[in-house]
């Protein structure tokens, strides 16, 4: 979040060499605590499109931007590789192995709603959301024709909503983020 916040407010405010610094420097202690945060990576020219525009999307300090990100995160992911033995990490869990990609999307599609209700009424928090805690879709269901229609009323209300940055960003910022 801090380094987002960097992103925008160095489009806004200009960039110099700290700035940049510092966006690498967060960057990197997220990593540390959480490899969720190479989404930063995903989302920065989303940041800088939404609040600059296509123009501040080619220009050289975005340029910039992304290359320092991009080499904060190879180092990240040689340093990860250095310690697991590969990129990924661990092996998926039983449930997961020879499991088709079908089964998987229907999967992840049934928990589309849980992701909702969760945003709204963070009801029943749970430390881990492993294979026990959610259940295994192998054919369309209610829930993942449910998951299938709030995936695309929000792809609908991003299209609609481009001239709105903050709405469609915050769209794709949920989308991209739960997208590991």
Avoid: N
């Avoid at 990197?28 to 605590?33: E, R, W």
């Avoid at 990240?76 to 990609?101: A, C, I």
């Avoid at 589309?112 to 749970?126: I, Q």
């Avoid at 991003?158 to 709405?167: E, K, M, Q, W």
């Amino acid at each position: 979040l801090l380094g987002a916040i960097l992103i925008l407010d160095g489009r806004r405010a200009g960039w110099s060499r700290t700035r940049y610094a510092a966006v690498g420097l967060v960057t990197g202690l997220a990593l540390l605590s959480k490899e969720h945060a190479l989404v930063l990576l995903l989302l920065a020219p989303f940041l800088v499109l939404a609040v600059g525009g296509v123009r501040a999307l080619v220009a050289e300090s975005t340029g910039r931007l992304l290359l320092i990100l991009t080499a904060v995160a190879l180092v990240y992911l040689s340093l990860r590789s250095g310690v697991l033995g590969s990129v990924v990490g661990d092996l998926p869990h039983p449930l997961w192995r020879g499991l088709p990609t079908q089964d998987r999307l229907l999967t992840m599609l049934g928990v589309v709603p849980t992701w909702l209700r969760l945003m709204l009424w963070p009801a029943e928090l749970r430390a881990d959301y492993a294979p026990r805690q959610v259940e295994l879709i192998t054919a369309m269901t209610g829930r993942v024709w449910l998951g299938l229609a709030i995936l695309g009323g929000l792809l609908l209300l991003a299209l609609l909503s481009r001239r709105t940055p903050a709405l469609w960003l915050g769209i794709l910022w949920a989308a991209v983020t739960a997208l590991p």
